[in-house]
């Protein structure tokens, strides 16, 4: 199982690849892994800005080479789909990287 800071530490070093392939502006991890409740069976809760908002085919082709990448499952949201109530508590622990 990773850990957050590997699961960081790889976001990072590909940083310019996402944002490259992926329009990627900004990425945040959140969820279990933040509050240290990760469990063998966890997902990665991401949550993503784009500088240019993707179709559907690549949103999923990110989360995709996410969760290839990382060897772990990813969850991927997209920060400006948060609806009020949730949205509050995932921007309340948001770790950005």
């Known amino acids: 199982m990773k850990t957050l800071e590997e699961i960081k530490q ?9 944002q490259e ?9 959140f969820g279990s892994y933040v509050r240290q409740e990760q469990t063998e069976d966890s997902d990665v809760d991401v949550l993503v800005e784009f500088y240019k908002t993707p179709s559907l085919l690549k949103f999923v082709n990110l989360e995709n080479y996410l969760s290839d990448n990382l060897g772990v499952k990813v969850d991927l ?11 509050k508590r995932i921007l309340a622990e948001v770790v950005y990287l």
């Open 10 to 18: 790889w976001l990072v070093q590909n940083q310019s690849v996402l």
């Open 21 to 29: 392939r992926y329009q990627v502006k900004e990425l945040g991890i």
């Open 77 to 87: 949201v997209h920060k400006t789909g948060l609806k009020p109530r949730i949205g």
